[in-house]
Every structure is written in C-alpha cells, then in structure tokens.
C-alpha cells in the first residue's frame, strides 16, 4: 500500500481444522497461509535492529499458533479473525494482507486451491462526544472509556472538556464536550454502530431532535474518507458550523484537512469565530 514498507511472508503451511464439513473440522488440513505486513521499516533499516521492526519469525509462530487453536467453518472468517489477531499484537503493524489458500478444498472437480484475500488497515477516526443532562463528565469519561478499552481502538487522545451553549433548540441545560481521536479497525458503519452501544449505556433516550441527552457520540471524520449513506454521512454535514466540536478538535487535530471543504480544522473555527 502507499506509504508503507512491506515484509512478505509466502506459502506458510499450517495444518488445521476449519471447514463447513464435520470431517474437515474432525479430521484436519493443509493450508497455505501467506501475509504482507504493512509498516515503516526505515529505523529497522538505520539501527539494524530487530526491536524497531516486525519479527516476522515470531509472526509467523503466532499465525500458526491462531490456525490451529481456532475453529471457522469458513476461511473468510479465519482470514479475518487472523487479520485482527496480528494487528492488534504487533504495534508497529499498519496494516496486512492475509491470503489463505485451501489447497484440499471439497469441491469435486480438478482445480488448485481455493482462497481468500483480505486486506486490513488501522484506521484514524475523529469523534464528538457531547451530555447536557445528569453527571455530564461522567457520561463523557464513560465514552472515552469504552472506546479506550475496545481491543478495536489505540491510540486514543482526547480534548479538554469545554462547557458550551446549546445549539438547535437554546431552551435546554448548556453541554459539555469534547472531541477525541482514536486508531481503530471497525468499519466506518461498525463504529458508528459502537457510537450508539456508548449512547445506549449511558442510557440515552431520543425524544426530539437536538433535544437534551445524556450521550450524544458522533463520527466527524474517518480518515480522508467521504461517505453518504441513508444512516451515515461523513464528514459530519454540520461541523463546519459547530464551533462544541470545532473548539476542541481543533486541540488535537488543528491541521486536519475537510475532505470535501479543503480546509483545516483551524481554519474552520477561525472563519466560525469572525
């Protein structure tokens, strides 16, 4: 992938029990498991040594290792249990490709081998969190918490709390927000799904819109990514005019580029401010 180094891993054979058939979980088989490994390799290559880089010898253990202590009926869910497996182990990981290959797949006709290629990436999302009713910052700590704790997420780094006015509908309690940035391997969907398990927990109730709530958690950015979909639109369609959410992103990411405006983060905030 652009940007990053890579170190290949080609045709490790792995004898393990995945398969739809009871005898191929009962029984066993052959795969062919080969990787890229995408990471920065130019300090391993300055310092020659082996702690500023991925050993792929140990990668190559544990990968055996996870084969064979695990069970999937398919190989698509193998590669991506796998796939998580080292992402989250090897921090200097960026992101893999797993192919798996079956070379003893029951299909009944002459042919090689059937496979599965997977590739996945840690990713840098930047979220809102917001609460105008109850124990604000505790609902706020709880979130941050959550996402902290999710063997999904690294990395995290959050703004400072900042008490604001409220926006939309003005006859409520102010808010108490804060943005924070996080790596994570959920999908833009599946994080949006997590944003409303954070929501959910704080016990948030939808009575109207832009009304108080206990939780509000939003994604404002996913990479350089722009999405529109029926329940998901990123970039967040209104951050530009938020100065709750432009205030402290612009603690943490002033030079985060709008995808789609062209502008930074610092920029949005001053353009609000005047």
Same mark, same amino acid.
């Given at each position: 992938m652009k940007g990053y180094d890579t170190i290949k891993i %080609?045709? #490790? &054979? !792995? =004898?393990?029990?995945?398969? !739809? =058939?009871? %005898? %191929?979980?009962? +029984?066993? &088989?052959? =795969? !062919? #498991?080969? +990787?890229k490994l995408y990471t920065d390799t130019r300090r391993a290559g300055k310092s020659d040594e082996l702690a500023a880089s991925i050993d792929y010898g140990d990668v190559c253990l544990q990968a055996t290792k996870f084969m064979q202590e695990h069970t999937y009926r398919l190989i698509e869910a193998a590669a991506e249990n796998l796939a998580e497996m080292l992402l989250t182990k090897y921090e200097l990981l960026a992101g893999v490709t797993v192919e798996l290959k079956k070379p003893w797949a029951p299909i009944g006709l002459p042919v090689d081998y059937a496979a599965v290629e997977i590739t996945r990436f840690w990713h840098r999302a930047y979220m809102a969190v917001g609460s105008n009713m109850g124990d604000k910052k505790a609902y706020l700590d709880g979130a941050v918490k959550l996402f902290k704790e999710s063997p999904l997420c690294r990395n995290l780094r959050c703004s400072s709390y900042m008490a604001t006015e409220p926006y939309g509908v003005t006859d409520q309690d102010e808010f108490l927000n804060a943005c924070f940035t996080v790596e994570t391997l959920m999908s833009p969907e599946e994080l949006l799904d997590f944003a409303h398990e954070a929501e959910n927990a704080a016990g948030r109730v939808r009575t109207r819109h832009w009304g108080p709530r206990t939780l509000d958690v939003d994604i404002i950015f996913y990479d350089d990514e722009v999405i529109s979909g029926d329940n998901l639109t990123v970039p967040h369609p209104d951050m530009q005019n938020r100065d709750f959410v432009l205030g402290p992103l612009s603690e943490i990411a002033p030079g985060k580029v709008h995808p789609v405006l062209g502008k930074t983060v610092k920029q949005l905030l001053a353009e609000l401010s005047e």
């Amino acid at each position: 992938m652009k940007g990053y180094d890579t170190i290949k891993i %080609e045709n #490790l &054979q !792995v =004898f393990a029990n995945h398969g !739809v =058939f009871p %005898e %191929e979980t009962a +029984l066993g &088989q052959k =795969f !062919v #498991l080969s +990787l890229k490994l995408y990471t920065d390799t130019r300090r391993a290559g300055k310092s020659d040594e082996l702690a500023a880089s991925i050993d792929y010898g140990d990668v190559c253990l544990q990968a055996t290792k996870f084969m064979q202590e695990h069970t999937y009926r398919l190989i698509e869910a193998a590669a991506e249990n796998l796939a998580e497996m080292l992402l989250t182990k090897y921090e200097l990981l960026a992101g893999v490709t797993v192919e798996l290959k079956k070379p003893w797949a029951p299909i009944g006709l002459p042919v090689d081998y059937a496979a599965v290629e997977i590739t996945r990436f840690w990713h840098r999302a930047y979220m809102a969190v917001g609460s105008n009713m109850g124990d604000k910052k505790a609902y706020l700590d709880g979130a941050v918490k959550l996402f902290k704790e999710s063997p999904l997420c690294r990395n995290l780094r959050c703004s400072s709390y900042m008490a604001t006015e409220p926006y939309g509908v003005t006859d409520q309690d102010e808010f108490l927000n804060a943005c924070f940035t996080v790596e994570t391997l959920m999908s833009p969907e599946e994080l949006l799904d997590f944003a409303h398990e954070a929501e959910n927990a704080a016990g948030r109730v939808r009575t109207r819109h832009w009304g108080p709530r206990t939780l509000d958690v939003d994604i404002i950015f996913y990479d350089d990514e722009v999405i529109s979909g029926d329940n998901l639109t990123v970039p967040h369609p209104d951050m530009q005019n938020r100065d709750f959410v432009l205030g402290p992103l612009s603690e943490i990411a002033p030079g985060k580029v709008h995808p789609v405006l062209g502008k930074t983060v610092k920029q949005l905030l001053a353009e609000l401010s005047e």
